[in-house]
């Protein structure tokens, strides 16, 4: 029998739960919502860390940890909402070490006191690999919340960062050689170290001039489809935001950058769209913010015009099952 | 270096995350809770479930997922909030099989068929194990959330039903007797399809009368040692609550009904302390519960005078990494 892919294991598992009244933000966008009040809905994101799968050599289990913070952080910091408790599920092989408890206990605090939050709960578990499930809750006014599909023709698409140094930084881990290892400490650093754009986010957020908004834990390329699909858009870029330390190590190794930077994952920046009034002011407030195309009225998902060359950019992305 | 147990991965988290402000629920308890008002808090909880360790042979994916939201649903039960949401984060072995994501779908949508609950986002990851962490939403009047500490001196130590079919039914799953399969249905139904008290837990918390209360996932005798501890009493039984099943099966089988139905876990009662003038009226609208004992002033844990003889009921229970 064929093995399903990622997409194919969410679509089983959703066409199971719809039908279901009342779950405004549905199963695509990066949080989900519970309405509480007119003017509050309860904000949850879950995000599940597995050791053999998710954490590359050369990582330490308190960076682990505190990567899994993260990553629950960053789906919070793309609709512009603070997580205000998370809940960490635990499972780990036996016997468990005291040290190794320690170092996922620390990488855990780290992380709660950089996007001050709480964790107030969990569960622990005998399992055969590291698993670390976090699950976090905030409140949002469902006015200020920014989704997935709201990006408007003439919108400016823009991101917080440069793309591409998570994906160069794995390939180091990976290779583990010490001649890359000291030569980009940037890149390896972006993998071993992310950062959400929390601040980011929620300053994009209630500003209202920020149409739609998702993080890039799934690579830049199949964020953009993302917004473009959810939104029946097309975008076009003029640029691919590419990280310099990536040209570099790309053409050290003969690799494409533009590759790097439009399919890897695990970025943790934002992919926004912003009304063309809004995007001067933004971009004061969030420095780190760069115009990088377009949205058009027409729906040819997400193509680019880099130097005179047409290029279409895939929709594809990091997925586990591949 | 010696293995930690859970209770010790459990302290040495907890030690991390302490000094935060306004977590009024803690670590202890079964759910946790943020407030949002003076009169709501969100009541949170999360509760993985790991392939090789928490699912006996003969069980189907389908009832390890649904298994996996009643675990989470019994926790909400004990405090008597309905969980108004969950969220699934799923890791599957590769290659992931049509059939079985099929499967654990459906089992997921029983359980929030029988709880009344729905599913509103989750994560999906590939793991060498099956994986299944369960979160849950609900919100609560913190008057009437029903805390383990309120026990009081003369308070009735009662149940929602009889203990021990889990225990018994995970022996019998265990050992594979063709015989034993056929003969004691009962016992095995409890471990393949286990049911939270959720209406029970509601009913009891809503009468104002219930003083304390926790549910029985972890086995009677640590529950009952929980609720001694955290209310800083004493709990004396006068009966051992044995399922009629478990004392035959204990029979044939030469082992103590009473530790099987003491120590066992994964049984999902509710254990509670209830005051004198209200037992009666709760008795008619709960009619599964059963007095076993009564709440002492002097802190000498959990004891049991049954048939003329002094029992002393351990504070042990099922516990990872043992």
Redesign the interface.
């Known amino acids: 029998?064929?093995?399903?892919t990622?997409h194919?294991?969410?679509r089983?598992?959703t066409?199971?739960?719809t039908g279901?009244p009342?779950?405004p933000?549905g199963?695509d966008d990066d949080?989900?919502?519970?309405p509480?009040s007119p003017k509050t809905w309860?904000i949850?994101?879950?995000?599940?860390?597995?050791g053999?799968?998710?954490i590359p050599p050369g990582m330490t289990a308190q960076e682990a940890a505190r990567k899994a913070v993260v990553a629950t952080v960053s789906d919070f910091a793309a609709k512009g909402v603070k997580p205000?408790?998370l809940?960490?599920?635990?499972?780990?092989p036996?016997?468990?070490?005291?040290?190794r408890?320690?170092d996922?206990?620390?990488g855990?605090?780290q992380a709660?006191r950089e996007y001050h939050c709480?964790?107030?709960?969990?569960?622990?578990?005998?399992?055969?690999?590291l698993?670390l499930?976090i699950?976090g809750?905030g409140?949002a006014d469902p006015k200020t919340l920014v989704r997935r599909e709201g990006a408007r023709p003439g919108d400016i698409v823009a991101v917080t960062g440069p793309f591409g140094r998570s994906s160069a930084g794995l390939r180091i881990l990976i290779s583990k050689r010490k001649n890359d290892l000291a030569k980009y400490p940037t890149l390896v650093k972006a993998v071993r170290w992310p950062r959400a754009r929390l601040t980011q986010g929620i300053i994009l957020a209630k500003s209202h001039g920020t149409s739609s908004s998702i993080d890039s834990s799934d690579g830049l390329a199949w964020s953009l489809h993302q917004i473009a699909e959810a939104s029946s858009v097309g975008i076009n870029l003029h640029t691919i935001p590419i990280a310099t330390e990536v040209e570099r190590y790309a053409k050290d190794h003969r690799l494409s950058a533009l590759e790097l930077a439009l399919y890897g994952g695990e970025e943790y920046e934002l992919v926004v769209t912003v009304k063309p009034r809004s995007f001067n002011k933004l971009k004061r407030r969030v420095p780190s913010l760069r115009k990088i195309g377009i949205v058009e009225k027409k729906r040819f998902g997400v193509a680019a015009q880099i130097g005179g060359k047409q290029i279409t950019v895939e929709a594809r992305g990091w997925q586990?099952?591949t």
Request: charged content about 15%; glycine content about 6%; aromatic content about 6%.
């Open positions: 029998m064929k093995s399903l990622e194919e294991i969410i089983i598992l066409n199971q739960f279901q009342g779950t933000l199963f949080v989900s919502a519970i509480f309860i949850v994101k879950t995000d599940m860390l597995i053999s799968t998710d205000q408790a809940m960490v599920s635990l499972g780990l036996a016997p468990a070490k005291k040290k408890v320690q996922i206990a620390q855990l605090g709660t709480k964790i107030i709960g969990g569960d622990t578990n005998q399992a055969n690999d698993v499930d699950s809750v409140f586990h099952f």
